[in-house]
């Protein structure tokens, strides 16, 4: 059976992981944490980078940053996880859905004016699939509108848009090392902080409140309750993983590139006579191959192919029921203008086996049987 995903692994983690057991600094902030931040802030060029107990929390951080009030307005796609929604419903503010584009189901950058109103705090978008949102139109938008930007860049570690990391455009950037990403601590993600008049304050509300941050820097002699906070400081064990994973992060990206553009050789080509659409990547975009999806005619055939898949033994997979139509949507949310393209792509999307370690012969064994299925429903 092909499953959908396995978790990375690359071969360094055992030994990392039991170095941070026995160096008897298994709580978090100790060595691996300062390696995956430095890692991290090297490689993309920001001047912070906390490690997060999740993407969700990084998110979380970043809506008490930017100091989102009950009431405040953020506009996002709907079209996401619900993550991206539900730190901001947390503190009382209502997230505002827009439509996404067809090509690349990322938030459809010219519908933010129309969405804007007095309330409006922040605009989140997010890199679906590691390709990038039009970041130049956002940035200047909310610059017009004084708003932040908080980049949901759950998927888009390693990914670019006009030379730029992902994650370093907004006041913050949200990553994720899920199981389920390139780049894994199991459960575990980092906030990227761009300015650094918050990065204090954000030290102060991940170790729960206080300035414990400082004093293990020996910036003060005791540390104490300075703040509000909570708990999203990840364990040693968690962030060793992480690094052994980070260090080979480029053998990591160049096997799932690979196995990306082997998809794309083989299902662009059934694409040609309109039976499915394969990814859009913009030319300003460098994604990183977090995923590789199709689209079929509609929901009905998704289904069947679906199905089809399982039978021989692949596990595919959608995902994203609109969160404007889920139960906690329709509470806490509110869509903008109209559901053009957010539902009906929704629908017709398969997400296809995609992970590092992934061979070439499955590739083609999954490219074989989607061209049977089609082969099949001509009839
Ligand atoms: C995975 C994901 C998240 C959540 O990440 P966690 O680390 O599991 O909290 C949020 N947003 C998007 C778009 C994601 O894909």
Same mark, same amino acid.
């Given at each position: 059976?092909?499953? /959908?995903?396995?978790?990375?692994?690359?071969?360094?983690?055992?030994?990392?992981?039991?170095?941070?057991?026995?160096?008897?600094?298994?709580?978090?902030?100790?060595?691996?944490?300062?390696?995956?931040?430095?890692?991290?802030?090297?490689?993309?060029?920001?001047?912070?980078?906390? *490690? $997060?107990?999740?993407?969700?929390?990084?998110?979380?951080?970043?809506?008490?940053?930017?100091?989102?009030?009950?009431?405040?307005?953020?506009?996002?796609?709907?079209?996401?996880?619900?993550?991206?929604?539900?730190?901001?419903?947390?503190?009382?503010?209502?997230?505002?859905?827009?439509?996404?584009?067809?090509?690349?189901?990322?938030?459809?950058?010219?519908?933010?004016?129309?969405?804007?109103?007095?309330?409006?705090?922040?605009?989140?978008?997010?890199?679906?699939?590691?390709?990038?949102?039009?970041?130049?139109?956002?940035?200047?938008?909310?610059?017009?509108?004084?708003?932040?930007?908080?980049?949901?860049?759950?998927?888009?570690?390693?990914?670019?848009?006009?030379?730029?990391?992902?994650?370093?455009?907004?006041? /913050?950037?949200?990553?994720?090392?899920?199981?389920?990403?390139?780049?894994?601590?199991?459960?575990?993600?980092?906030? *990227?902080?761009?300015?650094?008049?918050?990065?204090?304050?954000?030290?102060?509300?991940?170790?729960?409140?206080?300035?414990?941050?400082?004093?293990?820097?020996?910036?003060?002699?005791?540390?104490?309750?300075?703040?509000?906070?909570?708990?999203?400081?990840?364990?040693?064990?968690?962030?060793?993983?992480?690094?052994?994973?980070?260090?080979?992060?480029?053998?990591?990206?160049?096997?799932?590139?690979?196995?990306?553009?082997?998809?794309?050789?083989?299902?662009?080509?059934?694409?040609?006579?309109?039976?499915?659409?394969?990814?859009?990547?913009?030319?300003?975009?460098?994604?990183?191959?977090?995923?590789?999806?199709?689209?079929?005619?509609?929901?009905?055939?998704?289904?069947?192919?679906?199905?089809?898949?399982?039978?021989?033994?692949?596990?595919?997979?959608?995902?994203?029921?609109?969160?404007?139509?889920?139960?906690?949507?329709?509470?806490?949310?509110? /869509?903008?203008?109209?559901?053009?393209? $957010?539902?009906?792509?929704?629908?017709?999307?398969?997400?296809?086996?995609?992970?590092?370690?992934?061979?070439?012969?499955?590739?083609?064994?999954?490219?074989?049987?989607?061209?049977?299925?089609?082969?099949?429903?001509?009839?």
């Amino acid at each position: 059976m092909i499953n /959908f995903n396995v978790p990375p692994y690359i071969g360094t983690e055992d030994e990392y992981v039991i170095r941070a057991i026995h160096s008897h600094k298994i709580c978090g902030d100790g060595e691996f944490t300062h390696k995956c931040s430095e890692w991290l802030e090297t490689k993309m060029k920001v001047s912070k980078a906390l *490690l $997060t107990t999740s993407c969700t929390h990084a998110t979380e951080m970043a809506a008490m940053l930017a100091d989102v009030k009950p009431a405040d307005e953020v506009i996002m796609p709907s079209y996401t996880f619900v993550s991206t929604a539900d730190a901001f419903v947390l503190r009382g503010a209502v997230p505002v859905f827009i439509d996404i584009r067809p090509d690349t189901m990322n938030m459809d950058e010219n519908l933010i004016e129309a969405a804007i109103t007095k309330k409006t705090k922040a605009i989140v978008p997010v890199h679906y699939a590691g390709v990038c949102c039009e970041m130049d139109v956002i940035s200047d938008i909310a610059k017009k509108h004084g708003l932040m930007v908080i980049e949901d860049a759950a998927q888009a570690i390693q990914s670019y848009y006009k030379g730029k990391a992902a994650g370093t455009f907004g006041e /913050f950037g949200c990553f994720s090392f899920h199981e389920t990403k390139n780049l894994s601590m199991g459960e575990g993600g980092a906030l *990227l902080i761009r300015d650094e008049e918050y990065i204090e304050k954000a030290e102060i509300i991940r170790e729960k409140g206080t300035d414990r941050s400082k004093f293990h820097r020996g910036q003060v002699d005791k540390y104490t309750w300075v703040d509000y906070g909570s708990s999203y400081l990840p364990s040693e064990m968690n962030a060793a993983y992480l690094y052994a994973q980070l260090e080979q992060a480029d053998v990591i990206y160049r096997s799932r590139m690979a196995s990306w553009e082997h998809y794309n050789d083989r299902l662009k080509k059934i694409a040609q006579d309109g039976r499915i659409e394969v990814p859009f990547i913009p030319s300003d975009c460098i994604h990183n191959a977090h995923m590789y999806y199709i689209k079929l005619k509609d929901i009905e055939e998704r289904t069947a192919y679906i199905n089809y898949l399982k039978d021989k033994g692949i596990m595919a997979v959608f995902h994203y029921i609109p969160l404007h139509s889920a139960p906690a949507g329709i509470r806490y949310a509110r /869509f903008n203008g109209k559901d053009i393209y $957010t539902t009906k792509e929704s629908e017709r999307l398969v997400r296809l086996p995609l992970y590092y370690g992934l061979s070439s012969d499955e590739i083609d064994y999954i490219c074989d049987m989607t061209e049977e299925f089609l082969r099949n429903r001509i009839g």
